[in-house]
């Protein structure tokens, strides 16, 4: 079946301590979509790439990372410099960013710091 | 710029009444319209979606929604609740026109609660 996997579905995290989310997708999606969730705040996007090799800054990038060396692969790094990084981590992906873009979403992982 | 708006984070309704979500959009263009679902510690999940045509649009679960140009509206309406229809809701709109290569605005979200 087709779809969005996220890896792990649980993260902890020191202080300090770089970590890298996983996205995979096999939509044969050109766009991919990192959100971050806190309550109450809705959905809020740190990075987007609408094709291989080329990424995007979204709305709260600092203190992230992301790559986009192959079509369905779009690892998140959350960094030391993120202070404070404990939030609900979503990646989307859609065929194209422009005009009908109904995206699919993983499940998610949930970043903690400890 | 489009933007999303969801009238109330919380609403609560008894089993058996009638749901009803409010989402208000702003668009410079007739944009294509999304109502998602997420339960707990999950992702999000497609309800239904407008795009051209009919304006009254079904869903899955029993949902279905109205696309009201004139009151920019998108409203999420079910007859009767259900207790596993309690969940977190997002409205969502997307440029048709090609605009916006950042995918979807989304709403804040509505946190369902169905009372026994």
């Known amino acids: 079946d087709g779809g969005i996997t996220q890896s792990p579905k649980y993260l902890f995290r020191k202080e300090g301590q770089n970590v890298t989310l996983s996205c995979e997708q096999n939509?044969?999606?050109?766009?991919m979509y990192w959100y971050r969730q806190d309550p109450g705040q809705g959905l809020r996007l740190i990075y987007y790439?609408?094709?291989?090799?080329?990424?995007q800054k979204g709305d709260i990038a600092e203190g992230y990372s992301v790559s986009r060396e192959k079509k369905e692969s779009f690892p998140l790094t959350v960094t030391s410099a993120q202070k404070n990084p404990t939030a609900f981590y979503l990646c989307a992906s859609s065929i194209s960013a422009r005009g009908y873009t109904e995206a699919f979403f993983g499940q998610g992982t949930r970043l903690t710091v400890v | 710029a489009q933007s999303v708006t969801q009238l109330g984070s919380h609403v609560s309704v008894s089993e058996g009444a009638l749901v009803l979500l409010r989402c208000n959009y702003s668009s410079s263009v007739p944009p294509y319209l999304f109502w998602y679902v997420q339960y707990p510690n999950q992702g999000l999940q497609l309800l239904l979606k407008y795009t051209t045509g009919a304006t009254l649009v079904k869903g899955i679960n029993g949902f279905e929604a109205e696309f009201k140009k004139s009151e920019t509206s998108f409203h999420l309406t079910k007859p009767s609740a259900h207790m596993s229809d309690a969940a977190e809701y997002f409205c969502a709109v997307s440029d048709p026109s090609g605009g916006g290569a950042d995918g979807l605005t989304f709403g804040k979200g509505t946190h369902l609660i169905i009372q026994p």
């Open positions: 790439s609408q094709i291989v090799n080329d990424f």
């Open positions: 939509l044969n999606h050109d766009a």
